[in-house]
C-alpha cells in the first residue's frame, strides 16, 4: 500500500466553455508575469525607468518561445519526422516541449533588438532579469506536472510521482524530477539576488551567475530523467549543453569582473539614478531628502522676509515721531 506520493492531474486542460484552458500554456504565462514583475522592480532600483523590462519583454519573449521550441524539436526530431509521426505535432506547444537553451538564446537575440532600440545595454537589463527567469523557470516547470512528463527514474520514496498510463509512458512511481528543477530554479533566483546584493554584480554578470547555477542543476537533473532522448559518450545531449554552458559562464564572470569591475553607474539614459547602495529605498530617501531641504529653505526664505517687512514697518514710525518732535522744537 502506498501511503505517500504525489498525484498528477487527470488532465492538463480545463475547458472554459469552447475555450481549453491548457495548465501547460497557463504556468508558462504565469513565470513570464513574474519575471517581468520582478525585472522591473530590479530595473528602477538600478536607476532604469518603469514600465522599460515590460518593453523589451515584448520583444524577448516571442523570440524566447520561438528558441525553445526550435531548440526541442531539432534535439528531438524523431518525435515528429520519423515514420508514423506527424510532423505538424512540432508546432501543438501547448502539448510540452520547450528547451530553455533555444529559449535563452533566442531570447537573449530579441532582447538585444529591444534594448538597442532603447538606447540601453543588454548585460544591465539581463542582471535585472536573471533572478525572475529563475522563478518563471521554477514556475513553468510544473507545466511537465500538468502533462506528465519529463519525470524520473523509478522510485518507492514518499514523494515519488505518480504517472497513469499513456502514450509513451507507462503507469508507475517516478522521481518527480519536474520538481527538483523548480526547486532548484527557486534557489538559483535567491542565489543572484543574495550575491547581487553583497557584490554589486554589473556588466551581465548576475545573469552569468544565475546561467552558472541553473546549469550545475539541470546536469544532475537530466541525468536523472528517463524520457527520450539523444546520447554522447553515455551522457544526455542536454547534461553536455548544461556542462559547456557552465564551462562558459564561469569564464564570463571571471574574465569581466577583471575587465569591466563594478557595476554600471547608468543604466539607461534619462533615468534618475539610484543611491550608491544600489536600492529603490536610498532613491526614495534622496529624493525625501532634498525635498525637505527646498521646505526648510523656502521656511528660511519666509521668516526673512517677514524680519525684513518687521523692521520695514518701524522706520515709518519712527520717521512720524522725529517730525512731532521737531515740530515742538519749532
Known amino acids: 500500500m502506498d501511503l505517500a506520493y504525489i498525484p498528477s492531474p487527470s488532465t492538463g486542460v480545463v475547458h472554459l466553455g469552447p475555450v481549453p484552458l491548457r495548465g501547460y500554456a497557463f504556468c508558462i504565462i504565469i513565470g513570464v508575469f513574474v519575471a517581468v514583475w520582478l525585472g522591473n522592480k530590479r530595473w528602477i532600483a538600478r536607476g532604469g525607468k518603469a514600465?522599460?523590462?515590460?518593453?523589451?519583454?515584448v520583444w524577448a519573449v516571442p523570440f524566447g518561445l520561438v528558441g525553445g521550441r526550435l531548440y526541442h524539436v531539432i534535439t528531438d526530431y524523431q518525435l515528429y519526422f520519423s515514420d508514423g509521426e506527424n510532423w505538424v505535432d512540432a508546432f501543438k506547444i501547448w502539448e510540452g516541449g520547450l528547451g530553455?537553451?533555444?529559449?535563452?538564446?533566442l531570447g537573449a537575440v530579441g532582447a538585444w533588438i529591444g534594448c538597442r532600440r532603447r538606447g540601453i545595454p543588454l548585460p544591465a537589463w539581463a542582471d535585472a532579469l536573471a533572478p525572475g527567469i529563475a522563478f518563471?523557470?521554477?514556475?513553468?516547470?510544473?507545466?511537465?506536472?500538468?502533462?506528465?512528463e519529463l519525470y524520473g527514474k523509478p522510485t518507492d520514496l514518499p514523494w515519488a510521482l505518480k504517472i497513469t498510463a499513456g502514450p509513451n509512458r507507462d503507469a508507475g512511481f517516478y522521481h518527480p524530477t519536474f520538481l527538483y528543477e523548480s526547486l532548484w530554479c527557486v534557489g538559483v533566483g535567491l542565489l543572484v539576488i543574495w550575491a547581487d546584493r553583497r557584490f554589486k554584480l554589473g556588466h551581465g554578470r548576475a545573469f552569468a551567475l544565475y546561467v552558472a547555477a541553473y546549469c550545475s542543476g539541470r546536469a544532475w537533473i537530466e541525468y536523472m530523467r528517463v524520457d527520450e532522448a539523444h546520447h554522447v559518450l553515455g551522457l544526455r545531449l542536454n547534461v553536455w549543453t548544461a556542462l559547456v554552458v557552465f564551462v562558459l559562464a564561469v569564464t564570463y564572470i571571471v574574465v569581466s569582473s577583471r575587465v569591466r569591475p563594478g557595476r554600471e553607474e547608468v543604466v539607461e539614459p534619462g533615468a534618475v539614478s539610484p543611491a550608491k547602495d544600489g536600492s529603490g529605498d536610498g532613491a526614495e530617501g534622496a529624493a525625501?531628502?532634498?525635498a525637505a531641504e527646498k521646505d526648510a529653505a523656502d521656511a528660511e526664505g519666509k521668516t526673512a522676509d517677514t524680519d525684513a517687512?518687521?523692521?520695514?514697518?518701524e522706520q515709518p514710525e519712527d520717521g512720524v515721531?522725529?517730525?512731532?518732535?521737531?515740530?515742538?522744537?519749532g
Open 51 to 57: 514600465g522599460t523590462v515590460a518593453d523589451i519583454a
Open 100 to 105: 530553455i537553451w533555444g529559449a535563452i538564446a
Open 136 to 148: 518563471a523557470q521554477a514556475i513553468g516547470r510544473w507545466g511537465n506536472w500538468f502533462n506528465q
Open 288 to 290: 525625501s531628502g532634498d
Open 309 to 313: 517687512d518687521a523692521a520695514g514697518g
Open 321 to 329: 515721531k522725529d517730525d512731532a518732535e521737531s515740530a515742538k522744537k
